[in-house]
């Protein structure tokens, strides 16, 4: 038996978070997501030309998952972008459609 703690994922989680923001659900995400196109890679493989990307690095995994986790740690796969708008733009938005006379979502009404 070695002395040596191993990690059981490779690439350690920690590190893993780091790449995505620290976020836990935007890693799964992000690994789920990218585990399924390259399920997807494999799946179309000998039926022509695909619109599917390959796995981004060489990996001795069989496992797409494993291998979506091995590209995000280098650094080939990135979250996109938040598009969620933001509560400014919300509450114009709500303005707009209740006509310009409405008070704001956040407005302390005891005035």
């Known amino acids: 038996m070695s002395n040596k703690s191993e990690a059981l994922i490779n690439p350690p989680v920690e590190n893993l978070l780091d790449q995505v923001g620290g ?3 935007r890693l ?3 690994a789920a997501s ?3 196109q390259i399920n997807n890679y494999h799946g179309q493989l000998g039926k022509g030309i695909g619109s599917m990307v390959p796995p981004q690095v060489s990996s001795t995994s069989r496992k797409s998952l494993s ?3 091995e590209e995000i740690a280098a650094g080939k ?3 996109a972008e ?3 708008p933001a509560l400014d733009e919300d509450a114009e938005i709500l ?3 209740l006509g310009e006379d409405a008070p ?3 407005e302390d009404e005891t005035a």
């Open 95 to 97: 303005k707009a459609l």
């Open 104 to 106: 704001a979502p956040h």
């Open 82 to 84: 938040d598009t969620e």
């Open 34 to 36: 990218r585990g399924r």
């Open 23 to 25: 976020s836990n659900f």
């Open 28 to 30: 799964v995400a992000l």
């Open 67 to 69: 291998i979506a986790f």
């Open 77 to 79: 796969i990135v979250p």
